[in-house]
T-cell receptor
């Protein structure tokens, strides 16, 4: 069955430091992949998506993600984290069924 | 574009009553709408998928008689939690596909339901 794994439940970084959030998917073919951010009590905001083509995807708020087929990964990165980036981050995939499978989420804490 | 709204954003109801949550696509027609449930500090779990004019398709383990979904038009879907109990308290989020963009879902802001 299709699944999405986010190995890190919590991550803490200092403001200005770089960030990488991990996401692995299990699916035979290349799924459609997404990263969302959720602030407390809020809905989901799309950061970026990968459907095909260039494996390095640029998103909003300075985020990027790289699709690596060999590692079944779609890790999210940001070179310099801002305090406002503190939130919950979800990786999601769609294997072509038009249904999303979400990872368990990674809660990001940013230290001043 | 591609804005999805939900109403209400927060609702408190008494145990045994029913509550309706609306999901609207404000600036596009939605081929399909999805309903998710999110428990505190957990991920989103898909509850059901609905297409306009058709019966909703529920995920395994979701009680269709408890969570009634109506997709009356290409811009409106409703989720009714019937005979609510405290364990139904949760954050409910809807999403919608825009026509011609089957693989991308646009999410609403969510509705927090508290059953007392």
């Amino acid at each position: 069955a299709q699944s999405v794994t986010q190995p890190d439940i919590h991550i803490t970084v200092s403001e200005g430091a770089s960030l990488e959030l991990r996401c692995n998917y299990s699916y035979g073919a290349t799924p459609y992949l997404f990263w969302y951010v959720q602030s407390p009590g809020q809905g989901l905001q799309l950061l970026l998506k990968y459907f095909s083509g260039d494996t390095l995807v640029q998103g909003i708020k300075g985020f990027e993600a790289e699709f690596k087929r060999s590692q079944s990964s779609f890790n999210l990165r940001k070179p310099s984290v801002h305090w406002s980036d503190a939130a919950e981050y979800f990786c999601a995939s769609d294997s072509g069924t038009y249904k999303y499978i979400f990872g368990t989420g990674t809660r990001l804490k940013v230290l001043a | 574009g591609a804005v999805v709204s939900q109403h209400p954003s927060w609702v408190i109801c008494k145990s045994g009553t029913s509550v309706k949550i609306e999901c609207r696509s404000l600036d596009f027609q939605a081929t399909t709408m999805f309903w998710y449930r999110q428990f505190p500090k957990q991920s989103l779990m898909l509850m059901a998928t609905s297409n306009e004019g058709s019966k909703a398709t529920y995920e395994q383990g979701v009680e269709k008689d408890k969570f009634l979904i109506n997709h009356a038009s290409l811009t409106l879907s409703t989720l009714t939690v019937t005979s609510a109990h405290p364990e139904d308290s949760s954050f409910y989020i809807c999403s919608a596909n825009r026509q011609g963009e089957s693989y991308e879902q646009y999410f609403g802001p969510g509705t927090r339901l508290t059953v007392t």
